[in-house]
């Protein structure tokens, strides 16, 4: 997973690097969230060497 954190917002994301196009957002102490997929449905099976 790659987490981000916006100073300004607040809003926190998250994304899977295992299945690209994954991503999950909340803005804490909100009821903001949500899910998003863009993806093709492959795994990411190179994983391993990009880390």
Known sequence: WSVQYERGSGLVQIR????????FFHIPETNRYGS???GVGEENKDLPFML
């Open 36 to 38: 998003l997929y863009c």
């Open 16 to 23: 899977s690097l295992k299945w690209p196009g994954m991503a």
